[in-house]
């Protein structure tokens, strides 16, 4: 039972275009969405939280949407750049249920071309 | 800045051999998660532990055990290790429960 999804196993951007990664979960006791990218032979590197009372935060280049209600998040990134080009995960946990774990999604390999 | 240590980065075993990864957080954090990634899927959480003491467990097999330790590292002990083991073992820390995870370079664990 996969509580979160993301159904795109991969993308193909332009450098300097918007990269937009999308995560679904099923879990309404999630209530904290994490995003992390991860290198070959490397562990995931934290990029971007939101909490659920937020719908949108933003870090430089990389912006998370929150929508409670479709169950859905999206990472946008913009501009694209070639170093950008990783396996991206998405990640939730329940918090206010006193969870510690994160679920993870199957990931999205995300390719900048040049 | 210091990120999370793991140790050893490649492991290869035979099976029904045992194995311990180890794991030391960032430095303040301390809580310390262990995560199981196989080839092609998404990382799974084994076990965690605040201030020295398990708080939650998830599909962690009854043949691994692991602690954390005074100075908050964190070892996981493997024993009767199966083919099915083969896989990535990351930890993660933070700064207190339920904050940001911030994860280590992973063990790869072969067996043979």
């Known amino acids: 039972d996969q509580q979160v999804k993301q159904n795109s196993p991969s993308l193909s951007v332009q450098e300097g275009r918007i990269s937009i990664l999308n995560c679904d979960y099923t879990?309404?006791?999630?209530?904290?969405f994490l995003w992390y990218k991860k290198y070959p032979a490397e562990g995931p590197t934290f990029l971007i939280s939101i909490s659920s009372i937020k719908d949108k935060n933003e870090d430089g280049r990389f912006t998370v949407f929150l929508n409670k209600s479709a169950k859905h998040l999206s990472l946008h990134i913009v501009p694209s750049q070639p170093g950008d080009s990783a396996v991206y995960f998405c990640a939730a946990m329940g918090r206010n249920q006193g969870a510690q774990k994160l679920v993870f999604g199957q990931g999205t390999r995300l390719t900048i071309n040049p | 800045a210091a990120g999370v240590i793991q140790s050893p980065r490649h492991l290869i075993k035979e099976k029904r051999e045992t194995a311990t990864l180890k794991c030391y957080p960032i430095p303040r954090h301390d809580t310390v998660y262990w995560y199981q990634q196989g080839p092609g899927q998404d990382p799974q959480f084994l076990i965690s532990f605040y201030e020295k003491m398990q708080s939650d467990k998830g599909s962690i097999p009854d043949r691994f055990s692991a602690q954390q330790f005074s100075d908050y590292h964190s070892e996981l002990n493997m024993s009767s290790l199966e083919l099915g083991d083969s896989a990535l073992y990351f930890c993660?820390?933070?700064?207190?429960?339920?904050?940001?995870?911030?994860f280590g370079p992973g063990t790869r664990l072969l067996v043979l």
């Open positions: 993660a820390s933070s700064l207190t429960l339920q904050e940001t995870q911030y």
């Open positions: 879990n309404s006791m999630f209530d904290y």
